[in-house]
């Protein structure tokens, strides 16, 4: 008889759980509060509560062949950044191809769930839900949480004295959905993370004047890269993944924060933090120093306090205001399990930020509690593929102290690494968490046997972007059709661009050919050395 899984929540690290579990011989069971799949991605005017929330314009950040499930590419036709409605059409797609909806129970929402007696033994979980005013529980063989980090809206309105004298209205970024709110209003946004940024620049639109509050500054990435391709595609390579193991942090942070400042001078548009660009989260926005050079947006520092009428900042400076907006992101707890777990100060301990260790027997598993520098679904999606298989028993997790002991070293490397923040605490890099979890399910690409026996194939991985369909190259969940997608992935990029024909005219080579071969063998004699 197949284990039985208990699903919470139907977004994108929902869906592709309930694909892990049928490709595994599981007998998934879905449990979304609403009526409807997408989670975060799903736009409505009033979003239930604890719910994520967007707003109508968003676009996502990170590019479509980084973001896709492993084996189900995203149309060629679809931008390169999808606006949220794109990102629905695409799940309803992936949940269409793969049969996924008849094992969700939509408007059902999970209130408890509890080791069972002989959990030490069975490490069965009671799952009580409610529909329609109707409790009812049941018991399941393992547990996968899908609820995502995005849910509870941080508003430390405590660290602003004034605020509740203040006569303008204040909402947290999770509540707004329109610019016109905010028509011929002096406004300040607190916060220059993505959220933040993103709102400065649409509020600006129609407000009288917008302020950016930001209490360290942030290094702002653009979504478009060298020659118009999009920057996760340049940045997130194999090859740069080494370079950077090669170069201190402190030679990359020149490196880049150079490559940033030649677009503009950080310092001149008030944005320069004092971390260097490794130490944060970064801000990806295209259009913000526009609107700072235009006017429209003018960046302040922290507010010290708050009058009836008006900021005053910590540089002593003051602004009359008719409403704040603040991005000060999002807090994230689990009531429903009843102290199995503890989020202390939005930390929680888990083995591969996926597995609390003290459990008896490993069936509860938390997927996509994780703040990637990349896309975050296909990190769901192989956190899944990993799981479900240690729910199987066909993969173990290490003893106890071993676990913690790998806990206590990634929190200590998070804490060395990036300045105090309520989001870095789940700070995860793409390639090097992916190489992680990929290891662990064994389908981590073998790039010394790709060499010898598929060059072509060899050199897109290690060079190219590093695409998911790299993780169902070999081992468990292979794909056939995962070769012929990354050959491919550039024409994807490049497909729904050309929307007017242009003559191309060839040019020669900038670089002859035996300096490129000499060049190439040169890199993979590193890359062998490194294997």
């Not at 406004?187 to 709102?199: A, P, R």
């Not at 194999?238 to 940033?260: I, P, Y």
């Not at 509860?364 to 479900?388: D, N």
């Not at 090097?432 to 981590?444: F, H, I, N, R, S």
């Amino acid at each position: 008889m197949a284990k039985r899984v208990a699903i919470i929540g139907g977004g994108s690290s929902g869906l592709c759980a309930i694909k892990a579990c049928l490709q595994e011989g599981l007998e998934p069971v879905c449990f979304e509060r609403t009526g409807d799949i997408g989670g975060l991605w799903r736009f409505e005017e009033c979003p239930e509560e604890g719910r994520a929330s967007i707003y109508r314009s968003v676009i996502i950040n990170t590019s479509k062949e980084m973001m896709c499930f492993s084996d189900f590419p995203i149309p060629e036709d679809f931008p390169n950044y999808m606006h949220n409605s794109k990102i629905m059409e695409y799940f309803r797609m992936y949940a269409h191809r793969f049969d996924l909806l008849r094992h969700i129970r939509f408007r059902t929402s999970v209130c408890r769930v509890a080791k069972r007696p002989d959990f030490a033994t069975t490490g069965q979980w009671e799952v009580v839900t409610e529909s329609e005013g109707k409790q009812e529980s049941a018991v399941f063989d393992a547990v996968l949480v899908c609820t995502g980090h995005h849910t509870e809206a941080h508003l430390p309105l405590s660290t602003f004295p004034g605020i509740e004298k203040f006569k303008g209205c204040y909402l947290h970024s999770r509540n707004y959905k329109d610019p016109r709110d905010f028509t011929d209003k002096r406004v300040i946004v607190i916060g220059i993370g993505n959220s933040g940024s993103d709102l400065a620049v649409e509020i600006s639109q129609t407000a009288k004047q917008v302020f950016l509050s930001t209490r360290r500054g942030a290094w702002i990435l653009n979504r478009v890269g060298d020659q118009g391709y999009p920057i996760d595609i340049i940045l997130t390579t194999r090859m740069n993944t080494f370079l950077k193991k090669l170069l201190s942090a402190s030679m990359v942070s020149d490196f880049a924060e150079k490559q940033l400042n030649a677009r503009f001078d950080h310092s001149h548009y008030g944005l320069k933090p004092k971390h260097r660009i490794l130490d944060q989260h970064p801000t990806v926005n295209d259009d913000l120093p526009n609107r700072i050079i235009s006017g429209r947006v003018r960046v302040k520092p922290n507010v010290q306090e708050f009058t009836e009428t008006s900021a005053i900042f910590e540089d002593g400076t003051r602004e009359d205001i008719d409403a704040v907006v603040f991005a000060t992101g999002y807090s994230f707890s689990f009531p429903f399990l009843e102290g199995c777990v503890k989020v202390v100060e939005n930390q929680i301990p888990l083995y591969k930020f996926m597995f609390p260790p003290h459990l008896e027997k490993p069936t509860l598993a938390f997927i996509g509690l994780i703040q990637p520098l990349g896309a975050i679904m296909p990190i769901s999606e192989l956190q899944c593929r990993w799981a479900t298989r240690v729910f199987k028993g066909l993969n173990k997790l290490p003893p106890r102290h071993d676990m913690e002991a790998d806990i206590e070293e990634k929190r200590e490397a998070m804490a060395k690494r990036y300045v105090k923040s309520q989001r870095h605490t789940i700070q995860v890099d793409y390639i090097p968490y992916m190489d992680e979890l990929a290891c662990q399910v064994g389908v981590k690409p073998n790039l010394l046997t790709l060499f010898l026996t598929d060059p072509k194939l060899a050199m897109e991985v290690a060079f190219g972007p590093c695409t998911p369909y790299q993780y169902r190259l070999r081992g468990p969940g292979e794909w056939a059709g995962a070769r012929e997608a990354i050959l491919t992935q550039r024409q994807r990029i490049i497909k729904p661009l050309q929307t007017r024909h242009v003559e191309e005219h060839p040019s020669a080579p900038a670089v002859p050919l035996v300096f490129k071969l000499v060049g190439a063998v040169a890199v993979l004699a590193v890359i062998f050395a490194y294997l």
